[in-house]
């Protein structure tokens, strides 16, 4: 299992036979690969973590005052405006959106969960319907800036 015994042991707890966080590269950084198939649809994982009410690096927005530190599995799944997973916050799982092969990244969209990021970053996802920049739903504090260098 990827979360210490703290947390308990749920069947849904990802294990490291089925995951791992892996360094993909030096842009992107550290990110959850799965080492098996899931079809879409299928709930592939229940996160845990400690409960705060800061907004951090690996943290995942449960409520407008809560946030989900999670610095051993879901923390880490990495960003596309195209993604692969979804995540319910209410119920803290992870559902497959289409089917992922053996060995492939787990990719989220930031903003499904987050109202502002930690730091908003330039996107790299290469998606056909790439936004450019990665931001939370409700951040609006980088699209002039972002917009005017893209256009120079």
Not at 71 to 90: K, T, V
Request: net charge negative.
């Amino acid at each position: 299992m990827l979360y210490p015994r703290e947390f308990g042991n749920d069947a849904l707890f990802p294990k490291s036979t089925d995951f791992a966080v892996v360094y993909k590269d030096e842009l992107t950084g550290k990110g959850v690969i799965a080492y098996r198939a899931f079809k879409r649809g299928e709930v592939i994982a229940k996160m845990a973590g400690h409960v705060v009410s800061d907004i951090r690096q690996h943290t995942l927005q449960i409520d407008s005052e809560k946030h989900l530190f999670d610095p051993y599995f879901s923390g880490y799944f990495l960003h596309s405006c195209a993604p692969n997973i979804s995540l319910n916050m209410e119920v803290m799982t992870v559902t497959a959106l289409e089917d992922i092969p053996a060995n492939s990244y787990l990719y989220m969209d930031y903003a499904e969960t987050e109202d502002f990021l930690f730091k908003q970053f330039p996107c790299s996802c290469g998606a056909e319907n790439c936004r450019g920049w990665v931001m939370g739903r409700k951040d609006v504090r980088a699209i002039e800036p972002f917009r005017r260098v893209a256009s120079a």
